[in-house]
C-alpha cells in the first residue's frame, strides 16, 4: 500500500485514476487535431480584415484634411480679391466681395496651385460665395480612393470641406 497525504490507499486505486487520466488526455489530443490551424487562420483573417479598416479609414482621413487645407487657402486667397470698399460707415472702409469674384478668385487658385490635376474629381460645391460681402466662403468636393477597399467600392468616397475668411482692412 502507499501513502497518499497521510492515508492508506490501495494501489488499485491510483493506478485506475491514472490509468483514465491517461486516456482522457489521450482522447483530448486525438480531438484537438489540427485546432490550432483552424484558430490561427481565424486569427490572420480578423487582423488582416483590421489592417485594411484602418488603413482604409487614414486614407478617407488624410484626403480629407488635405481638402480641408486647400479649402481655407482657397477661401483666403478668394478673400483678397474684393473690388469695391464700403465707404459709408464712419469708421474705416471695408471691402465688399461678391459670389461670383469669391468663386472666380477661388477657382483661379486652385488652378494655380495645380489642385484640379493633384485631387480626384475636385470640384467647387454649394455655398461658395460671400453670406454677408465681408466672408469669403469656399467649399470644395473630391473623392478619396482608399487602397484595398477601391476593389470593393471603385466610385471612391466622396468628401467635402468648407473654408472661411473675412476680408479685413488694414493700415
Do not use: C
Amino acid at each position: 500500500m502507499k501513502m497518499l497525504h497521510g492515508l492508506e490507499r490501495p494501489s488499485s486505486v491510483t493506478s485506475t485514476v491514472a490509468g483514465l487520466w491517461r486516456r482522457f488526455l489521450g482522447d483530448s489530443r486525438e480531438r484537438d487535431s489540427g485546432q490550432t490551424t483552424i484558430v490561427l487562420l481565424g486569427f490572420t483573417l480578423v487582423t488582416l480584415l483590421l489592417v485594411i479598416t484602418i488603413m482604409a479609414i487614414t486614407s478617407v482621413y488624410i484626403g480629407e484634411r488635405k481638402l480641408q487645407s486647400l479649402a481655407d487657402r482657397a477661401s483666403s486667397a478668394a478673400a483678397d480679391t474684393f473690388t469695391d470698399l464700403d465707404r459709408t460707415e464712419v469708421a474705416a472702409p471695408s471691402p465688399i466681395l461678391t459670389h461670383d469674384g469669391v468663386a472666380g478668385a477661388a477657382s483661379s487658385y486652385l488652378g494655380t496651385v495645380g489642385a484640379f490635376d493633384e485631387v480626384q474629381q475636385l470640384s467647387l460645391g454649394a455655398p461658395t460665395g460671400t453670406p454677408d460681402g465681408l466672408t469669403a466662403q469656399v467649399t470644395l468636393n473630391a473623392v478619396v480612393h482608399p487602397p484595398v477597399v477601391n476593389y470593393i467600392i471603385p466610385v471612391g468616397v466622396p468628401i467635402t470641406a468648407t473654408g472661411d475668411a473675412r476680408a479685413v482692412m488694414g493700415r
